[in-house]
């Protein structure tokens, strides 16, 4: 008996504490465990290497992932799972920890289904866009990436008369966007999951430019493509000098912070735990409401994440 870890999709800070604490925590309990290279291609590929402890000495502050990833097509071809099986067995590794989204997730259920591998998904995306769990490795570092972009943005606009749009990541999620807009009190927040109703908006900020107000900051998520139309609208109709800010991929970057740091090494211990206990397992490790549970990857990947109400009805309340 071994067991794997791998990292798949947008890397994510916290996988590397994870990895570490994976290590560190089965070579405890004497389980010989392997690193899986670049993902699931890695893991066609046989990019196998047995974990030993300087594998993972002085990655605890990194961000991204040492054993990197990757976004897998082959993966989908059932010749290619059928050689990542082979690979798995060649080793004697019977469990398997992914850290990874939904997607990676899709894959690996149809690879339990076919195989005797043990499977546990720790959800792992700066999205937060994994149904069933109110939380994922990254996100709080993402988000702090994110407030340090905008509280320095907040300087420079104010700085001038001018509006800054920000463009976030999140993929289809609004997740980042409104959480960022919220706490870095943003005036305006445009994010997939509602109509932007610019109408009331614009009147109520017309007002607040007539009575002093210099600057505006706007949030748009990714996932809603209207990054120009809110620049243009901006600029038009509040007659604002408007620059546009794309985050980009800074905001996957950056040192894990300590909330996501004790995460991972959470998620990783009930893993292993997990995998020690049942014998063929596939499930997806979920945070809600503070606790920690367990719930199968079927449910996971049956519905698609919603934001909450309470995050909706926030960004209602910008002013
Ligand atoms: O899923 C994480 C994420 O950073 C998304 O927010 C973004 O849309 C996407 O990955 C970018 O993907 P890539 O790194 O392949 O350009």
Known sequence: MAFAILSSGGDAAGMNPAIKKFVDYCTKLQIETYLIYEGLEGLIDNKIKKASHQDVAGILHMGG????????????????????????????????????????????????????????????????????TEYCLGVDTALNVIRDALDKIRDTASSFN??????????????????????????????????????????????????????????????????????????????????VSILGHIQRGGNPTVYDRMMAFDFIINAVDYLREHSHSSKVIVYNQGQLSFKDIREITADKYKLSEHYLQAINYLD
């Open 65 to 132: 992932t040492i054993i990197r990833s990757s976004r897998s097509k082959r993966f989908f071809d059932s010749q290619y799972r059928k050689k990542a099986y082979e690979n798995l067995k060649a080793y004697d590794i019977t469990g398997l920890v992914v850290l990874g989204g939904d997607g990676s997730f899709r894959a690996m259920d149809v690879f339990s289904s076919e195989f005797d591998i043990s499977f546990i998904g720790i959800p792992s995306t700066i999205d937060n866009d994994i149904h069933g």
């Open 162 to 243: 001018r509006a800054f749009v920000v463009e976030v990541m999140g993929r289809n999620c609004g997740y980042l966007a409104a959480v960022s807009a919220i706490t870095s009190g943003a005036e305006v927040c445009v994010i997939p999951e509602t109509i932007f109703a610019r109408e009331d908006l614009e009147k109520r900020l017309k007002k607040e430019i007539d009575n002093g107000r210099r600057y505006v900051l706007a949030i748009v998520a990714e996932g809603t493509h209207q990054t120009n139309k809110v620049y243009e609208w901006i600029q038009e109709k509040l007659e604002l000098e408007t620059r």
